[in-house]
């Protein structure tokens, strides 16, 4: 079956743009996880989805980050005032419950300039 | 800070040899762990799973975990080329979230 799909595979934008990236979780999947990978890094926590809900948003960096899954199906990130720290690859997982394995997205590679 | 360490590296084995990756955790509440593989450009990719202690042994992979020593670690034998990537630990903890905490990952290049 399809997996995790993410758009766009690239985006680049400018220093205090806007920007949202969307994440379709496989279908059926109640978990969605949102995480950021920079070179060299591994991913690293920003938030956690189950249905509808963020149940933990605490790795969020800051209130410019934003993200809403309001049917409980697809996931929107959305960063506003872009800023070149931003610039890192954005991962969308999604598991089938709680307390189970995720599955990864190909990833968005968002580039601020 | 609950942290998930592993050695950066990087791992190089001969083809043929049996690659070992090591991963300790610093929460005592964590209770499933996880194991990906990254090629390099591309997204994490999921390999094993292990909740009890023990061995688990999926095909050429077994992962360990020895949750007294909070320690988890993935053998390969009979690497490949083709196995050669960066390897990510992850943990879940009951304590908080379903969040997953990873480490840094170990590069693994598998020698012809």
């Known amino acids: 079956g399809a997996g995790v799909s993410q758009t766009p595979s690239n985006k680049v934008t400018e ?5 949202e990236l969307r994440c379709d979780p496989i279908s059926g999947h109640t978990a969605l996880y949102w995480y950021r990978q920079s070179l060299g890094q591994g991913p690293e926590f920003l938030i956690y989805f189950q249905g509808t809900g963020a149940a933990d948003d605490s790795g969020l960096p800051n209130d410019r980050f934003f993200a809403v ?26 598991g089938p419950g709680e307390w189970t394995e995720a599955f990864f997205g190909q990833g968005t590679r968002l580039t601020v300039v | 800070q609950k942290e998930v360490e592993q050695n950066s590296g990087p791992l190089s084995v001969p083809e ?21 593989r990254q090629y390099s450009g591309k997204s994490p990719e999921l390999i094993m799973s292990i909740y009890s202690n023990g061995d688990k042994e999926d095909g050429r992979f077994t992962a360990q975990l020895n949750k007294a020593s ?9 690497s490949q080329p083709s196995d050669s990537a960066t390897y990510l630990c992850a943990s879940q903890s009951l304590g908080g979230s379903e969040k997953l905490v990873f480490g840094k990952g170990m590069k693994l290049t598998v020698n012809p």
């Open chain 2, 16 to 36: 043929g040899a049996i690659a070992s990756l090591n991963c300790t955790y610093s929460d005592r509440g964590s209770q499933s762990f996880f194991w990906y």
């Open chain 1, 69 to 94: 899954r309001p049917e409980g199906s697809v996931s929107t990130l959305k960063i506003q005032r872009t800023e070149r720290g931003d610039s890192a690859v954005y991962l969308c997982a999604s």
């Open chain 2, 70 to 78: 909070q320690y988890v670690s993935l053998l390969i034998r009979d």
């Open chain 1, 15 to 19: 220093k205090g743009k806007y920007v």
